[in-house]
């Protein structure tokens, strides 16, 4: 059996260093841009990379609550850190599709360039904090409290 817990939270050490690198890149696009390195191709680079790995990690990590709810006894402060996770990954999605709503526009000047690079800046941030939080606050108690059982049913359940 695949370590699935590990695969799943491994995504937040494996992104960190992107997520890191994203951050730097939509800050390039300060007051002295120049626009001809500035294409709508890379700001759909930003929003590529966010739809094929935040999207898709979220859902993982939505299917492991729905199967922890469903199985598993949990206390009242467990309970409270899974409601937060799902609270913040609606909030990150609608980050998400604000900042697609910016490149969805069809005028490339500073004006959007800014925007684009605040709100990518501030999604990224919002996501990097998050992965953390979700790491010291959530994994430790899935390894603890998920059976072999539970586990080979979570993969079931994301390989659908």
Do not use: C, W
């Amino acid at each position: 059996m695949i370590d699935i817990i590990g695969l799943i939270s491994s995504a937040h050490n494996n992104q960190r260093e992107k997520i890191a690198l994203g951050v730097e890149y939509s800050s390039m696009f300060g007051p002295t841009y120049e626009k001809s390195n500035v294409t709508t191709v890379n700001f759909n680079k930003v929003i590529k990379y966010l739809s094929e790995n935040l999207l898709v990690h979220f859902k993982q990590e939505e299917i492991l609550i729905d199967l922890i709810e469903e199985n598993v006894d949990t206390t009242a402060e467990e309970q409270r850190v899974m409601s937060k996770i799902l609270r913040k990954h609606k909030e990150l999605r609608i980050g998400f599709k604000k900042l697609n709503e910016v490149i969805s526009r069809d005028d490339l000047d500073y004006e959007m360039i800014r925007e684009f690079s605040e709100k990518s800046r501030r999604l990224l941030n919002d996501l990097f904090q998050h992965a953390r939080e979700e790491d010291e606050t959530f994994y430790p108690f899935v390894r603890e409290k998920l059976t072999t059982e539970n586990l080979l049913l979570l993969e079931a359940r994301i390989k659908k």
